[in-house]
């Protein structure tokens, strides 16, 4: 009896250390990390159902440095990115995600793993434009409010001289004025006013006032044309490269495509832009080659990319960064793991890794 308890008592407790070991190694497993990315070139490339790009290099060294076991699933834009890290879906997001304060009042941010900010993008005039058309550009330009405007002040402007040469010249037996009325005297000294101002007058007054006026008026309309030519050459310029738009402040009543849920929805919004809100920035560059939006506004890496590669000698990015931002991880509030990754972030910035990954998508065009 005796010896059937001692055995007894070893299978128990034989049973206990394999349960345990069993359970230990369970607990010691790296658990499976729900990662929520979007697909969003250089920093989200899907080829063939395999993700790659910036952000995701730099998350799988980390998760390798960590020994992390991870699983992707791709979410259609940052709004629904931002919902499932949120509704407990993934544990944590990685694309080009912004830091902003409204998105840090809800969650938890890694360190930066890049510098960024807005930028615009419009047609450009490459060989494969499509978008000159020199008549329309000539008519519009001679019948916009520029135009107008320079034929207003010409207009004023020869009101001045032609008065005074008729003053002068209608009392003069050989002027240029064939009658001493004012009507239709005048007629004849605002056709010499407005031929001298275009530098094609075809006499001179014969009162040596009139001739003085004259001289001062030759002058001024030299200055004048050279100053509307000037004119009326950057603007064409600008319509040619940019459609007029060169600047965050020139998207007032423009058409500007901008990802749905985005930071720069709502700075298009700021600027007084008509927002065209898309689910994906490619819908966005479609827009903008069917001429259906003026520009597109978004992460200046991801539009400098497009410019270089698949959009080169179409598209072109206009202005400088504005509203810089930074990206990060996004995390849950109280992720534990957060603080691990900002460690191995430093690491992969200071052992040289992190630039050889920037250089491989940024380095030049692909």
């Not at 000294?189 to 275009?198: D, N, S, V």
């Not at 930071?263 to 479609?286: D, H, L």
């Not at 590669?309 to 598209?315: I, M, P």
Request: charged residues 20%; aromatic residues 10%.
């Amino acid at each position: 009896m005796r010896i059937a308890l001692v055995r007894l008592l070893a299978a128990l407790t034989a049973v206990f250390c394999l349960t345990a070991t069993a359970f230990a190694q369970q607990q010691s497993a790296p658990k499976e990390l729900r990662v929520v990315t979007r697909v969003l070139p250089p920093m989200v490339v899907d080829r063939g159902g395999s993700l790659t790009g910036f952000s995701i290099d730099l998350w799988n060294e980390i998760a390798d440095r960590l020994k992390l076991k991870i699983k992707y699933h791709v979410a259609p834009d940052v709004g629904a990115l931002l919902a499932d890290v949120r509704g407990g879906k993934a544990d944590l997001g990685v694309a080009a995600i912004s830091i902003t304060s409204a998105r840090e009042a809800e969650f938890d941010f890694s360190q930066p793993i890049m510098n960024a900010g807005l930028q615009i993008l419009v047609r450009g005039q490459g060989k494969d434009a499509g978008d000159s058309n020199p008549l329309k550009d000539v008519l519009s330009l001679l019948f916009s409010w520029l135009s107008l405007a320079w034929l207003g002040i010409a207009l004023l402007l020869i009101l001045v001289p032609a008065h005074i040469v008729w003053y002068f010249e209608r009392e003069h037996d050989n002027g240029i004025i064939p009658t001493k009325s004012y009507y239709p005297g005048i007629l004849y000294a605002l056709y010499w006013a407005a031929g001298t101002l275009a530098t094609q007058s075809e006499s001179a007054p014969k009162h040596w006032a009139g001739r003085l006026v004259a001289v001062l008026w030759m002058f001024t309309g030299v200055v004048f044309v050279a100053l509307y030519t000037a004119q009326l050459a950057a603007t064409l310029t600008v319509q040619q490269i940019g459609g007029g738009i060169n600047g965050p402040e020139d998207l007032a009543g423009k058409r500007v495509a901008a990802t749905r849920g985005s930071t720069a929805a709502t700075v298009v919004r700021e600027f007084k832009g008509q927002v065209v809100e898309v689910s994906q920035i490619n819908e966005a560059y479609q827009a903008l080659n069917n001429k259906t939006v003026d520009a597109v506004v978004f992460d200046s890496p991801v539009l400098l990319y497009y410019a270089a590669n698949e959009g080169k000698g179409r598209v072109a990015t206009v202005g400088s960064t504005f509203r810089k931002e930074d990206y990060g991880i996004l995390f849950p509030r109280g992720n534990p793991l957060r603080n691990d990754v900002n460690v191995a972030l430093l690491k992969v910035r200071e052992d040289g890794t992190y630039q050889r990954l920037y250089d491989k998508w940024f380095g030049a065009a692909k």
